[in-house]
């Protein structure tokens, strides 16, 4: 088998449409050996689509995309053979046990891990010989991502691996993909929950609409905001978000039904006025609170949206 | 080779847990069979109830009854009046009645006399073909007396041998049919509600997603299913043979030939229609569509030559008519599977254009 090379995903210019639809317009990164990497964005911002091309299960209607120095175009077959994948909403043979649906998809390929250290690493030792319907959905989410590592791939395209769990599964979940990157596996995530990306990707890239609008580290998506700090509140009324952004320090100011957020770089002196222009307008805040500024400032900042719209 | 193993391995598991289906396509042909088996299992003799009047009431008159009472085929009942007789045909109970009027004993001693004496029969115009077998059995029997009265030596006669090729009932033209019931509903919408319901569910596309040949995967289903349908083929043969006695005439290997065949046919059928599907619900309305039609004009209970002649040329292009007819071949009369070469011609057409037309419309998404 050919050298792992460093830089382990290169897609370019990839584009999706279905019909006058573009589900994603002309992205393209890069991702190194030994990387998490996570795309991140609302519902139906392309994620999904984006990763589905990149596992050749759809195909693009333009640009390229090399995995693990395979193009996908040419050599799907190989790139198949190190990419291991787990894709939402993907139900297992209910009636088959743990053990026995590891061993049907291991012999679809060439090589595998021993299976049962592979259940093991999953934390479904107890489970081996339980069938797949009696599982959690935490534990079924574990069983996915074991599909996904039977033939020990390089790379591990995980979609949308935590959402439906409860914060124990999430938990144990984040923990197992920390583990794989520390064996030297490269993986590619998709995720709505920012929490979820900063405690795990290394780099982050965000969609929207089918666009990337960033592409960098937690923190330096977060430095890119220039305020760190965020004050909300929440009040039942209109105020006008330009009377806001006179206040001191504000360098934004967001609003999503009744809570505010002020983006500002001076959490001091932009409280302090805060507070005087609302009792000279008799305003009665609830909820005030100052936070350091998170990804879903970041996404806030640069779509006016929120990351999950109710 | 693994994989192929491992995934038809997998597919039998899930057949044998699945107990609810494993049970049902099961009992459903079981149930079927004995139903109608019971109830038309033994339609072959024919017999004809025929009602005797007698009015007269003497020794001739008894022996005339006697001599009818004898033959075989007929069931008679004496009846003490006329009026009786007839409501009892009405009804259907009786296809006949003879009524032996006062004064037929006088006549029949009165040698002098040449006019011949009458022996009215009533019979039920609705049923006219056992009514004519009846009136044949009463004028045979007529006819014997007379030419016993007229010391009548005949110069020729018939000598009747009843030759007894096959003991073939009902149920022997049952259970082949409902073997090729079995085999066409449990692939072809079997095939075609689970695949559509996998594609549904995203099992295909994550195997997609792996080095898996699609070819392997079909070969494995395939496999799968013509071990199942073997195993459920030989239940429902052993359950026909404890109760009804049904035996396989012709060689078990033609036999084989056949279940498989037809497997194979409607399968590849069920492949097509997964893939025209657009979800798993409208699969089993469009594998009812086909297979319900197929029951009734494939000669699965009723044979062929009873349909309306304008069928004739639809029913004759259907497999399951040639699967049917194959089998019951086979079992019944024992015809060597060289004899049955248009039969398995004919599956064969089918399972080759079904599995080109699948390898077309097959979808993984």
Not at chain 2, 23 to 33: D, E, N, S, Y
Not at chain 2, 185 to 212: D, K, P, Y
Not at chain 2, 245 to 267: D, E, K, P, R, Y
């Amino acid at each position: 088998m050919r050298n792992q090379t460093e830089t382990m995903i290169e897609i370019k210019n990839l584009v999706k449409k279905y019909g006058s639809f573009t589900a994603v317009n002309g992205i393209g990164f890069s991702v190194n050996k030994g990387e998490i990497f996570g795309l991140l964005g609302p519902n139906g911002a392309g994620k999904s689509t984006t990763l589905e091309m990149m596992v050749g299960l759809r195909k693009p209607d333009t640009g390229s995309a090399i995995i693990g120095g395979f193009d996908i175009a040419k050599d799907l077959l190989k790139v198949k053979e190190v990419i291991g994948i787990q894709l939402q909403s993907t139900t297992l043979f209910e009636l088959l046990t743990v053990e026995e649906i590891l061993k049907l998809y291991a012999s679809f390929y060439q090589k595998n891990v021993l299976i049962p250290e592979l259940i093991e690493d999953m934390v479904l030792t107890e489970k081996t010989k339980s069938r797949v319907k009696t599982l959690s959905g935490g534990q079924k989410q574990r069983l996915a991502i074991a599909l996904a590592l039977v033939h020990d791939p390089w790379i591990l395209f995980l979609d949308e691996p935590t959402t439906g769990l409860d914060p124990q599964a999430r938990r144990t979940l984040w923990d197992i993909v920390l583990k794989l990157k520390e064996k030297g596996k490269t993986t590619v995530l998709t995720t709505h929950y920012m929490d979820e990306a900063q405690v795990l990707c290394d780099r982050i890239a965000i969609m929207d609409q089918g666009n990337l609008i960033a592409l960098d580290t937690p923190s330096g998506l977060i430095k890119s905001l220039e305020s760190d700090s965020a004050v909300e509140f929440q009040y039942e009324g209109n105020l006008l978000t330009q009377e806001l952004e006179q206040l001191d320090g504000v360098k934004q100011v967001g609003k999503h039904k009744d809570t505010y957020v002020l983006y500002t770089d001076n959490l001091q002196e932009t409280l302090i006025t805060l507070i005087q222009f609302t009792s000279e307008k008799q305003i009665q805040l609830t909820n005030l609170q100052t936070r350091t500024s998170t990804l879903e400032d970041v996404f806030i900042h640069m779509t006016g949206r929120s990351l999950r719209e109710e | 080779m693994k994989a192929y193993w491992q995934l038809t391995l997998s597919q039998l598991r899930i057949f044998l847990r699945n107990r609810q289906v494993l049970f049902w396509t099961l009992a459903f042909p079981i149930f079927l069979m004995i139903m109608l088996g019971s109830f038309l299992g033994d339609g072959n003799g024919v017999s004809v109830s025929i009602g005797v009047v007698d009015q007269d009431q003497t020794t001739l008159s008894k022996e005339f009854s006697k001599t009818l009472g004898k033959i075989e085929t007929v069931n008679l009942e004496p009846i003490d009046s006329k009026e009786k007789a007839l409501a009892q045909v009405k009804k259907g109970n009786l296809q006949l009645v003879v009524v032996i009027p006062q004064g037929y004993e006088n006549q029949m001693m009165d040698a002098a006399t040449t006019t011949p004496f009458e022996l009215p029969i009533y019979y039920n115009e609705t049923d006219v073909a056992v009514s004519q077998i009846g009136m044949t059995i009463v004028n045979s029997v007529v006819d014997g007396i007379s030419k016993e009265k007229a010391n009548y030596t005949p110069v020729i006669v018939t000598h009747a041998n009843g030759i007894e090729a096959l003991d073939l009932k009902y149920i022997d033209f049952l259970v082949p049919g409902i073997l090729a019931m079995m085999i066409m509903s449990n692939n072809m919408n079997g095939v075609a509600g689970q695949i559509a319901a996998w594609r549904e569910r995203g099992i295909l596309r994550r195997m997609q997603g792996t080095t898996l040949k699609a070819s392997t995967f079909i070969a494995a289903q395939i496999t799968a299913r013509l071990l199942l349908n073997g195993m459920q083929a030989l239940i429902v043969l052993g359950v026909a043979h404890l109760i009804y006695g049904t035996q396989v005439n012709g060689s078990w290997l033609s036999l084989i030939t056949f279940v498989i065949l037809g497997t194979l046919a409607f399968m590849a059928i069920g492949f097509i229609i997964a893939g025209v599907a657009k979800t798993p619900e409208s699969a089993g309305p469009i594998a009812g569509f086909l297979s319900f039609p197929m029951l009734f004009l494939g000669g699965v209970f009723f044979p062929i030559r009873d349909m309306p002649a304008f069928l004739q040329p639809i029913v004759n292009v259907l497999p399951i008519s040639h699967l049917s007819h194959a089998l019951r071949e086979t079992m019944n009369v024992g015809t060597s599977f060289m004899d049955l070469g248009s039969e398995a011609l004919i599956l064969g057409g089918w399972l080759v254009g079904a599995f080109i037309v699948a390898s077309y419309t097959f979808k993984w998404e």
